[in-house]
C-alpha cells in the first residue's frame, strides 16, 4: 500500500536477512509486482483468484517462528485495525497467515499513489492544498485516536489517493494500540517524536509527525536532517526545529507559530489532540487577506545562519514523478484587480482565486446576472454571497433547515431563489441587512430524507420560477404570490436537472429514471422524450439560440441534440470524462460548453464538434457545481469538500 518507503528504524525482532521463497499466489490473491519495500514489509499488488479485483498484500518481515501468543496478538491487533471505517482510511480487507508463517495483510488498493509522488521533496504545495490535506488526516487521526490506535507513522508516503483522487490515510499494519507494550514499535526517524523513539507512543506522537509534515509542506524541507539514522534521531530528540520564516520569509508568523507549537518536544505542550492542532492551523492560514494575498513562496534556499545544515545531509528519497501531477493543485493566489476596466491579461485555466466555504459539498453554485456576486449552497444549510471577481466580502445566510441543492438569480433583478433538500423553495433579497422570505412555496412532497434531489430555476421574463423534484412532477409558479399554473407529469423518478427554453415557452427535465423530457412550459404538456441514458440524468443545459439540449449524468458521456427533433433526434457525444457528469453549461456565446464530474475535473469543449479546449486539475474531489461569469470570461467551480474556485475560462 504504502508505494515507496524512506528509511525506518525498527524496535521488534526482524531477520533482514533471511532468505525466503514466496508463493505466487497469497491467500486467494495471485501477486502482481511488487509495490514497496521497508522496514516493516513488503507491499505488493494483488488480483483476486476469483473476482478478478486488486489489492495491496502487506507481508511483514519473515516472522515465520511466531509463537502462538504471539500469532494471537497480531489477529487480536488486526482485528482491531479491520474494524477501523471512515472515509480518509485505508481499508483492511483481510489479514492471515503464509504456509510459512509469514502474517500479511490484504488492504484496498490506492491506484493514483501517494502524496510523496504528488508533491515530491523539495517542493511546496499551496497553503489551500496543505489545509485541505491536513484537516482530511486530521479527520482521520482523530477517529482512530478514539479507537484507540496510535498510527505511528505519518509520511507523506501513506498518505494516499484513492479512485476519485480523495485522500486516505494508510499503513495501519504497523499501528500502535495505545494499550499495548513496545514489540510493535516502529515509524520513520525524520517524522518520530521523541517520546516514540523512546518507546513511548501516544496519540501526541501522530500529531508531532503530522506537523514535520505541515513543516515540510510549507518549506520543502523536513525540519531534522542527517546522514545517519541515528543523527536524525538525536536530533528529534534533543535539537529545536529551525523557524520556518528562515526558510520562507513571506510565511505569516501565526502559521509558524502553531506548527512549531505543535513540534514541542514534550506531548503535554503541544494542543490538546490533532484536530486541535489543525484547527489552529486553519485559522492561521485564513486569518483576512491571508489566502488572497500571500505571495508565492519562494525557492527552497536556507537562509543564512551560524551553522548551516549541508544539503549533503538531507534524507534523499528516491520517487517517480507521475505525469504532471505535481501541478494538479497549483493555485495563482494573486488577488484579482477590483476594477476591472483594464482587464489583465491572464492564461486559460489561471485561478483567479479559491474559497475553502468550510460547510461541506457545496452542490450549487449561481453568478449573478450582473456579475458581481457569487453565490453557493452548502450542505450545512447555508448559503454564501461574496464579490465574484475578488472573492472577498463573504457573508453567510440560514434560511433553510437542510442541505442547499439549487440556487437560482433572478434574470431582472437581485432576487435570489433557493431551494433545501425538504422541497421548501425561498424568494429572497440578499442585499438586505437581514434579509427574510420574499416568498415561500412548498409545493413539493417528495420525501428528502430519501432522493435529495429539487431544482429551481427563472424564466426568462423574471416573473416565473420553475421547480422540481423527488414527488417527479416540475412545476410552474408565478413568483409574485406563489400560484400554481402547470404541473408536468410523466417521470418515475426524482427529477435532477429542469431548464427553460431561452424563449421561455418550453421547459426541459432530467430524472433518475434515465430520461429527458421536453415540455410546454405554459401548460404541462409533453413535447419530447429523449432516452439517450441508461442510466440517471444529473444536468441539462439549453443552448442560447434556443436548438440545442445537452444533458449529463452516471456514466461520462454527455449527449448534445436538435431539439426541433422530437422523434429520432441525431446527437453528438462528448467522452471527455472518466466518470459520472455531474453539471454542464453552455458558455454565453453558445459556442462552448463546460463540464464538471467526479473525475475531478472540469472541462471546456467546443459545443460543434466536441473538442476538448482545456481541462482544469484544481480539483482534489468530485466537482459538484459550475457556473460562467456572464461575460464568458471566468468559470466558477466547487466541490464536495466545501472548495470553491474561480479560475480564467479563456486567455
Not at 77 to 101: N, P, S, W, Y
Not at 425 to 448: A, M, S
Not at 463 to 487: E, F, I, M, N, P
Not at 600 to 607: D, K, L, P
Request: charged content about 15%.
Amino acid at each position: 500500500m504504502e508505494l515507496h518507503d524512506t528509511p525506518k528504524v525498527l524496535f521488534f525482532f526482524v531477520e533482514h536477512g533471511s532468505s525466503r521463497v514466496m508463493s505466487q499466489d497469497i491467500g486467494n490473491y495471485r501477486l502482481i509486482r511488487l509495490l514497496g519495500r521497508g522496514a516493516s514489509g513488503e507491499v505488493h499488488l494483488g488480483e483476486h483468484i476469483h473476482l478478478q479485483t486488486f489489492a495491496a498484500i502487506k507481508l511483514l518481515h519473515d516472522k515465520g517462528n511466531l509463537s502462538t501468543t504471539d500469532k494471537e496478538e497480531f489477529i487480536k491487533e488486526a482485528q482491531i485495525i479491520a474494524k477501523l471505517h471512515h472515509q480518509h482510511i485505508v481499508r483492511v480487507l483481510d489479514f492471515a497467515f503464509t504456509a510459512q508463517g509469514i502474517p500479511f495483510l490484504v488492504m484496498e488498493y490506492a491506484a493514483q499513489g501517494s502524496l510523496r509522488q504528488r508533491h515530491p521533496p523539495g517542493t511546496q504545495p499551496p497553503l489551500l492544498a496543505i489545509v485541505a490535506y491536513l484537516k482530511h488526516i486530521s479527520a482521520a487521526l482523530t477517529y482512530v485516536h478514539q479507537a484507540g490506535v496510535t498510527h505511528a507513522d505519518i509520511k507523506p508516503e501513506n498518505m494516499l489517493l484513492g479512485d476519485a483522487n480523495q485522500l486516505l490515510l494508510g499503513d495501519f499494519g504497523i499501528a500502535t494500540l495505545s494499550r499495548s507494550t513496545t514489540q510493535l514499535i516502529c515509524g520513520t526517524p525524520a517524522y518520530m517524536a521523541p517520546e516514540q523513539i523512546q518507546l513511548h507512543p501516544c496519540a501526541a506522537s501522530d500529531q508531532y509527525a503530522l506537523a514535520i509534515v505541515a513543516y515540510e509542506w510549507l518549506c520543502g524541507r523536513v525540519p531534522f536532517q542527517g546522514q545517519t539514522t541515528s543523527e536524525i534521531i538525536a536530533q528529534q530528540i534533543q535539537a529545536t526545529p529551525q523557524p520556518l520564516r528562515q526558510f520562507v520569509p513571506g510565511l505569516a508568523v501565526e502559521i509558524e507559530q502553531v506548527v512549531l507549537r505543535a513540534l514541542s518536544k514534550d506531548p503535554a505542550a503541544r494542543f490538546p489532540d490533532v484536530a486541535a492542532f489543525v484547527s489552529a492551523f486553519e485559522q492561521a492560514a485564513f486569518m483576512p487577506t491571508r489566502m488572497s494575498a500571500l505571495p508565492p513562496m519562494p525557492p527552497t534556499q536556507p537562509a543564512a545562519r551560524a551553522t548551516p545544515i549541508p544539503p549533503t545531509q538531507q534524507i534523499q528519497v528516491v520517487q517517480p514523478v507521475i505525469g504532471n501531477a505535481t501541478t494538479i493543485l497549483r493555485i495563482n493566489t494573486q488577488p484579482v484587480a477590483p476594477n476591472p476596466i483594464k482587464p489583465i491579461t491572464r492564461k486559460q485555466g489561471e485561478t483567479l482565486y479559491a474559497l475553502n466555504l468550510e460547510a461541506g459539498a457545496v452542490r450549487a453554485l449561481a453568478w449573478s446576472p450582473d456579475g458581481n456576486t457569487l453565490a453557493a449552497g452548502s450542505d450545512y444549510q447555508e448559503v454564501f454571497l461574496w464579490e465574484a471577481l475578488t472573492g472577498t466580502g463573504k457573508h453567510a445566510y440560514h434560511l433553510h433547515e437542510h442541505q442547499i441543492r439549487g440556487l437560482a438569480w433572478s434574470p431582472k433583478r437581485r432576487v435570489l431563489a433557493s431551494v433545501c433538500a425538504e422541497q421548501l423553495i425561498h424568494v429572497w433579497e440578499p442585499d438586505k441587512t437581514d434579509p427574510q422570505p420574499l416568498l415561500t412555496y412548498r409545493g413539493h412532497v417528495g420525501n428528502f430524507t430519501l432522493g435529495l434531489a429539487c431544482v429551481v430555476a427563472w424564466s426568462p421574463s423574471g416573473l416565473l420560477l420553475a421547480s422540481a423534484g423527488t414527488d417527479q412532477t416540475a412545476q410552474v409558479w408565478r413568483v409574485s404570490d406563489g400560484t400554481l399554473l402547470c404541473t408536468c407529469r410523466g417521470h418515475s423518478n426524482d427529477i435532477n436537472a429542469l431548464v427553460w427554453s431561452p424563449n421561455g415557452t418550453q421547459l426541459a427535465t432530467g430524472s433518475d429514471d434515465s430520461s429527458v423530457r421536453v415540455w410546454n412550459a405554459h401548460s404541462g404538456q409533453e413535447i419530447a422524450v429523449f432516452q439517450h441514458h441508461r442510466r440517471k440524468v444529473y444536468s441539462l443545459a439549453w443552448s442560447p439560440d434556443g436548438t440545442r439540449l445537452t444533458s449529463a449524468g452516471e456514466g461520462s458521456h454527455v449527449y448534445t441534440w436538435q431539439v426541433s427533433e422530437t422523434t429520432q433526434p441525431r446527437y453528438t457525444m462528448y467522452q471527455g470524462h472518466a466518470r459520472s457528469v455531474y453539471v454542464l453549461a453552455w458558455s454565453p456565446d453558445g459556442t462552448q460548453l463546460a463540464s464538471a464530474s467526479r473525475d475531478t475535473t472540469a472541462q471546456i469543449w467546443r459545443a460543434d464538434d466536441g473538442a476538448q479546449q482545456y481541462m482544469y486539475t484544481g480539483h482534489t474531489s468530485s466537482v459538484l457545481s459550475l457556473a460562467w461569469s456572464p461575460d464568458g470570461a471566468q468559470l466558477a467551480t466547487a466541490d464536495e469538500d466545501g472548495q470553491v474556485r474561480v479560475w480564467q475560462a479563456r486567455s
